[in-house]
């Protein structure tokens, strides 16, 4: 395993790491299985120390912060922008999922200052007390009054502060319309069924329990986050019966999606707003039966090395005119009013980072449970492997 | 300082190499493998015998991994035998030693991006795209064992040209006039010769190839969609998204084991087939 990660120097992330930013190749799951971020923490550790360090109003926060996010995730020059303010460079350590993100922290010593989990792991990493509680005092760009509380109130366990919110989004499918007689598909029973039929060898699926457990139960008409046993065992029968018609299991479609190779897959918003823009016959559609909604969050991990750069990051970072940077960046929707503000009129009124209410109102937020839900991830893994 | 104190220290650096990174990290993963997954993942001690018993849930990961290692792995000897032939004995050396720099050059790159490369070749727009203009359409490579298979000889065949290029270069050429002197065909001079003298290389770059590939992850992952499956990828499963620590160290061991075996049984086929001839030997 660990020799994946050896193979990449320096130079070959950089090339790789600008041809994700170019959209041509993308996303989680692709880092999880090349070993990338471990790569990314030895690039920048080589960094810090070259230029000198200006002086900071927040006081000498030291020569580097250590931040773990996903992929595609963030503008470069606001981080540029944020050495030149402070003098610490940031190290940016990239992602797959929520789950190795845990499984690195239930690890211990990951040397993270920042992390961006999601909603529902949130309470999980407080009862494993791998999180730090927030001082907002040291937050001033931090107002909780500005935050949607429906992207907000996961970052609270029991009345403490663990966590802001960063963005949020949502869980659909992306469909080709082209190959559908310009018809998009707006239910996870016609996706699964599709996929067994005119699109047979040409769907996609997550590697990911989360999403991909979840849209087979939306075709029952069960949650997304149901654990039941006898429910949980009617997604694995669809999804073992479908596997044969898949194209692939993966969280890095998007490169199918653009070359034609595939036409339909479950989908992040921010991918879908992707592949939209610069193929509009692709459509990002919300699942009729439901689907997730998410928000992703700064926190900060137990024992993280550089305290004070963490919070100086977290708080330049909610900085509105910072934030609205990023959201140019990502696509992703924030929950940040003061942000949503300075946003470019056809970013605010589009369908695909804000889609209408009652669109919103059939998703879930995913369950802590089903982060840790046994069952969940023995299914996920019987289905890769059958 | 006595012979014996001498040796001790000389053998100190890679004794205490294999205690802290081979047989430390081994017992954790003996141990583990008898323990439970944690409510949240991770692992709790016990012991119990249930994570083993659950192993035929990977029996496809296993199936995959013993079919593809050994298929690769001959498929890969096939087509570095009459490479490293070539390079050894045909090509002038003038040429020889930048023609082994090409063998070596895209090892220069990582096997990340080269995949990556394979990807695109295999994919719709790569090679299928070029057999539609033959007539050949809706060929599907891509996500397929075959693309899988495709990488694993691509990404290895230079370790096993190597081994056999050196057990071909050192063979002595007067033995090759010899053979011919007394009146044997070219053919029968290969197959009673050359061949039998590279066995140690063919040996080697079998042994090589074939361990590596038992514990392949990367390849599978990117040239198989997620699809064709390999119990190396089983294992990242089950450490970075199931969190199931105990079972993955179950995985892991009964890997190591199917791998002793294999390779013994194998060492032992070599063996008694360099037993009639001194020269022969492994590695």
Request: proline share 6%; glycine share 8%; aromatic share 12%.
């Amino acid at each position: 395993m660990t020799k994946d990660s050896d193979y990449i120097s320096k130079k070959k992330f950089m090339e790789v790491l600008g041809r994700y930013r170019k959209g041509s190749i993308t996303r989680r799951h692709f880092l999880n299985v090349t070993g990338l971020g471990a790569a990314t923490a030895v690039m920048g550790a080589a960094m810090p120390g070259l230029r000198p360090s200006p002086a900071f109003a927040g006081g000498n926060i030291g020569d580097r912060v250590v931040l773990a996010t996903w992929p595609n995730y963030h503008d470069p020059s606001n981080f540029e922008a944020f050495t030149e303010a402070t003098g610490a460079h940031v190290q940016v350590n990239v992602f797959g999922s929520n789950e190795e993100m845990l499984a690195k922290l239930q690890a211990g010593a990951t040397g993270w200052d920042v992390y961006v989990p999601t909603n529902y792991t949130i309470s999980t990493y407080v009862d494993e007390g791998l999180i730090e509680p927030l001082d907002t005092s040291k937050l001033s760009n931090y107002d909780a009054s500005a935050f949607d509380a429906r992207y907000a109130e996961a970052g609270s366990v029991d009345g403490t502060l663990y966590a802001v919110p960063k963005d949020w989004g949502s869980t659909g499918m992306a469909v080709n319309t082209a190959h559908n007689d310009g018809k998009p598909i707006s239910s996870w029973k016609e996706f699964f069924d599709i996929s067994r039929d005119k699109f047979s060898g040409r769907s996609m699926v997550h590697d990911y329990q989360l999403t991909t457990i979840g849209s087979a139960l939306n075709y029952f008409g069960y949650s997304f986050n149901s654990v039941d046993e006898a429910e949980l065992a009617d997604a694995e029968k669809l999804l073992i019966d479908v596997k044969p018609h898949l194209f692939a299991i993966t969280s890095d479609y998007q490169p199918s999606m653009r070359n034609g190779d595939a036409w339909l897959t479950i989908c992040w918003s921010g991918d879908g707003k992707q592949l939209n823009t610069d193929i509009p016959e692709i459509h990002y559609v919300l699942g009729a039966e439901g689907g997730e909604i998410w928000s992703d969050y700064y926190a900060i991990p137990k024992g993280a090395p550089h305290s004070d750069a963490a919070y100086a990051l977290i708080n330049f970072l909610l900085d509105p005119t910072v934030n609205a940077k990023e959201v140019v960046a990502h696509g992703y929707p924030t929950a940040d009013a003061r942000t949503f503000a300075l946003l470019p009129d056809e970013l605010k009124n589009d369908p695909i980072l804000f889609p209408a209410q009652e669109l919103l109102s059939p998703l879930e937020f995913g369950a802590a449970a089903t982060l840790t839900d046994p069952n969940r991830a023995e299914l996920m893994a019987r289905f890769k492997s059958a | 300082m006595t012979q014996r104190t001498r040796n001790w220290l000389l053998l100190a650096p890679a004794g205490t190499w294999f205690l802290v990174m081979l047989i430390i990290p081994l017992t954790v993963v003996l141990i583990f493998s008898f323990g439970e997954r944690a409510p949240a993942g991770g692992v709790v001690p016990a012991f119990t015998l249930e994570q083993y018993a659950n192993l035929p849930a990977r029996w496809a990961a296993f199936k995959n991994t013993m079919t593809l290692a050994p298929i690769g792995t001959l498929s890969a000897l096939v087509i570095a035998y009459p490479l490293a032939y070539f390079l050894a004995v045909k090509v002038d050396p003038k040429w020889r030693t930048i023609l082994l720099v090409l063998v070596i050059v895209p090892f220069w790159t990582s096997i990340l991006i080269r995949s990556y490369a394979w990807i695109f070749l295999l994919g719709g727009r790569g090679i299928p795209a070029l057999l539609g203009w033959f007539g050949m359409e809706g060929v599907r490579l891509i996500n397929t064992p075959f693309a899988v298979l495709v990488g694993i000889i691509y990404g290895y065949l230079p370790l096993m040209v190597f081994p056999i290029y050196v057990s071909l270069d050192k063979l002595d050429k007067k033995l090759l006039e010899a053979s011919s002197d007394l009146g044997a065909k070219p053919w029968r001079t290969f197959l009673q010769i050359t061949l039998p003298l590279s066995i140690p290389g063919i040996a080697t770059g079998c042994m090589l190839v074939f361990i590596l590939l038992m514990g392949e992850y990367l390849i599978p992952a990117m040239l198989g969609g997620g699809k064709v499956f390999f119990v190396g990828n089983a294992l990242v499963d089950l450490f970075l998204q199931s969190r199931n620590w105990a079972y993955g160290s179950a995985v892991a061991v009964t890997l190591v084991v199917v791998m002793l075996v294999t390779v013994t049984v194998y060492m032992r086929l070599i063996n008694r087939l360099g037993a009639n001839r001194d020269d022969v030997s492994i590695m």
